[in-house]
């Protein structure tokens, strides 16, 4: 059974919408002010809210304003009733976030019509959402052992040989055997350290002081630190010649680290989905209203607009037609560092045209600003992010 709550002053109209929405089934809860209205929804968030705009005190737009300031409050369905549809109020309303309006005296079948379309879709859409997580889910539990225990297995094995080999001879390559061992711990670190960081700011984006807490307070120098991890990227594919940089000197408000992050997931990806000896270039200004631009383009197999859409934590796309490791975690990370700063991330791109990713970070520094601005260590923060050593 759905709850709904009406919010109206005048006591007739309220106890006959209450009559009629009760006699077809739905549990009705009633508020004769805006403030009685909010306390009402903040103890037990109804699935639909009908309110009047004109009220004493607190009237409909501010109910619909406390609302939508709540992340917990704001997607629950809202119908305006009014007593005559003004157009300035209509496009105010909808500016504000309603679903829908209606005019008093509401006829008993558009009453019906409009509350039971806003509750289908936003049935629907818990249905999206629950399947997203359903695939998510699925996703973590196919691909992530599987990056785990990969990497692990060669440092195993490796073990395995240098315990039972004979002592008192020598073991066989022993370069060759570290650089597996290395090559698989420094696998093993990447995908831990990426997921616990997901996870971090999964449960910080419901938490502002945590944010506060994850976020850094001074300025780094951005440049160096993006030409250090894509030289060290490009270097790791065997594409040194393929990397175009276009850095200007700019200083962001960010944590080193999370910057580094940002960097290396775009970069990282731009080499793993396109082919050798195609270019991948990365570009780092400022612009006029003073955000950093980072953007990273490659010449790669692109993706539709329909994957782009759903770029996602877990997610990676033709997973059977490309061989590549990894768990999809890189593009939806990427978007979570952007907001924890306020900034945006956006991707466009097109199938066997490559893909362009643009981040946006807003209160960077350049020119005369950037003399106050904190020397980054470069190799600590390559190593905090790639595990070397």
């Not at 006591?11 to 809860?29: A, S």
């Not at 980072?294 to 059977?320: C, H, I, K, Y």
């Not at 768990?327 to 945006?344: D, H, K, P, R």
Request: with cysteine.
């Amino acid at each position: 059974m759905h709850t709904l709550l009406i919010i109206e002053d005048e006591e007739p109209i309220r106890v006959t919408l209450t009559d009629r929405l009760t006699l077809e089934g739905f549990r009705v809860q009633t508020a004769a002010t805006g403030e009685d209205g909010l306390r009402q929804v903040q103890q037990q968030p109804p699935d639909l809210i009908l309110c009047d705009i004109m009220m004493p005190g607190l009237d409909g737009y501010g109910v619909l304003r406390a609302l939508q300031a709540n992340e917990q409050t704001a997607a629950i369905p809202f119908i305006f009733l009014t007593a005559k549809a003004d157009p300035v109020q209509v496009r105010a309303g909808m500016g504000l976030g309603a679903d829908d309006y209606l005019c008093k005296p509401v006829a008993k079948a558009d009453l019906l019509a409009a509350i039971r379309t806003r509750l289908r879709k936003q049935e629907q859409q818990y249905q999206r959402l629950a399947h997203e997580v359903e695939t998510a889910r699925l996703d973590v539990v196919h691909k992530l052992p599987h990056e785990l225990l990969t990497p692990l297995s060669g440092i195993l094995s490796i073990g395995q040989l240098m315990e039972t080999s004979d002592p008192t001879e020598p073991i066989p390559s022993i370069r060759e055997l570290g650089h597996v061992v290395r090559s698989a711990a420094q696998r093993l670190h990447r995908t831990i350290r990426r997921y616990l960081l997901y996870a971090e700011l999964a449960v910080a984006s419901h938490h502002p002081e945590a944010q506060a807490r994850l976020r850094g307070t001074g300025y780094i120098e951005a440049a160096a630190l993006t030409a250090a991890l894509a030289e060290h990227l490009a270097r790791q594919d065997s594409r040194a010649d393929d990397l175009q940089l276009d850095l200007r000197e700019v200083e962001v408000a960010m944590d080193p680290t999370h910057f580094g992050e940002l960097v290396a997931q775009l970069v990282d990806n731009a080499f793993k989905f396109s082919t050798p000896g195609s270019v991948v270039q990365v570009h780092l200004s400022v612009l006029p209203a003073g955000d950093c631009l980072l953007v990273v383009r490659d010449q790669g197999r692109g993706m539709t607009p329909d994957q782009v859409r759903q770029v996602g934590a877990f997610r990676q796309f033709d997973s059977e037609l490309w061989a590549q490791p990894g768990t999809g975690l890189g593009l939806a990370l990427v978007g979570q560092l952007a907001a924890l700063y306020g900034g945006s991330f956006t991707l466009e791109s097109e199938p066997g045209n490559g893909t362009k990713a643009t981040v946006r970070l807003p209160h960077a520094r350049t020119g005369s600003q950037t003399t106050s601005g904190m020397t980054t260590d470069v190799q600590h923060h390559i190593t905090r992010i790639f595990g070397d050593r």
